[in-house]
T-cell receptor, first 113, second 112 residues
């Protein structure tokens, strides 16, 4: 089944404790991206990647890092999480090229206390 | 002015009704338009993907784009309780960053 997977689905952590949220897609997509979704603010892009080793900032990149060492994986790293990073996070992937559609993962609900 | 405006609802309709969901936008560079459905505690699911102006139909769903008015719509015919979800519009200007700009979503409830 074609899909985007994320792990963990739920995470509660404390301020300052480094964490990684994994994202993997099995559709051989060139493009991958991370979004956060907050009430009243909607979906906002954090980082995106056009291909292996090619990443760039989205609209809200502060406090996050990403890497793209393999085409299928695009982990999101919070090196020193803070309570304002409590949010619902989605990974998405898309074919790229002439196609702008994106397919989303199931989401990771992160709480930072 | 926000780039994409979407009435948050909530919208409540009886089963079998025709539902109309809409977004307006201000950026005339948008040329790719999408509708996503998001069930509670789930990821957005791509429903419709269109390029430029015109209509696209897929089963009970019809997407319309009017670039001259900067207005897009999603119609759901013969609505079902399983259609109850938040519907998000999304748009892209076709740039090299493939960024999607989302509306804030409309919460739809279809009552049996």
């Amino acid at each position: 089944e074609a899909q985007v997977t994320q792990n963990p689905r739920y995470l509660i952590t404390v301020t300052g404790k480094k964490l990684t949220v994994t994202c993997s897609q099995n559709m051989n997509h060139e493009y991958m991206s991370w979004y956060r979704q907050d009430p009243g603010l909607g979906l906002r892009q954090i980082y995106y990647s056009m291909n292996v080793e090619v990443t760039d900032k989205g609209d809200v990149p502060e406090g996050y890092k990403v890497s793209r060492k393999e085409k299928r994986n695009f982990p999101l790293i919070l090196e020193s999480p803070s309570p304002n990073q409590t949010s619902l996070y989605f990974c998405a992937s898309g074919p790229g090229g002439a196609s702008y559609e994106q397919y989303f993962g199931p989401g990771t609900r992160l709480t930072v206390t | 002015q926000k780039e994409v405006e979407q009435d948050p609802g909530p919208l409540s309709v009886p089963e079998g009704a025709i539902v109309s969901l809409n977004c307006t936008y201000s950026n005339s560079a948008f040329q790719y338009f999408m509708w996503y459905r998001q069930y509670s505690r789930k990821g957005p699911e791509l429903l419709m993907y269109t390029y430029s102006s015109g209509n696209k139909e897929d089963g009970r769903f019809t997407a319309q784009v009017d670039k001259s008015s900067k207005y897009i719509s999603l119609f759901i015919r013969d609505s079902q309780p399983s259609d109850s979800a938040t519907y998000l519009c999304a748009m892209s200007n076709g740039g090299s960053n493939y960024k999607l700009t989302f509306g804030k979503g409309t919460l739809l409830t279809v009552n049996p």
